[in-house]
């Protein structure tokens, strides 16, 4: 499940999770636009804090594949 997914079913603010698990909301604004990712402490304190539901393999998952390079002329 996604944290995303995980605040809409919970009703929940982003910035209500944050003070939850101890980080500014912006960190977990960074974290849902996918711009930044949790360290895997932090993803570990998530997946505790949505007791189990969000797993740092959520995030290993819904991380954005890098484009392929354009080969050199």
């Known amino acids: 499940m996604t944290l995303d997914q995980f605040l ?3 009703n929940m603010r982003p910035a209500q999770f944050a003070e ?3 980080v500014e909301a912006s960190t ?3 974290w ?3 711009t930044r990712q949790p360290d895997i402490r932090m993803a570990v304190r998530i997946e505790d804090a949505t007791g189990g539901k969000v797993t740092p393999r959520d ?3 819904a991380a ?3 484009a392929a390079s354009e080969p050199s002329p």
Do not use: M, Q
Request: charged share 20%.
């Open 28 to 30: 977990v604004s960074r």
């Open 59 to 61: 995030f290993i998952d």
């Open 8 to 10: 809409k079913d919970a």
């Open 64 to 66: 954005p594949v890098p």
């Open 20 to 22: 939850a698990i101890g």
């Open 32 to 34: 849902l636009a996918g």
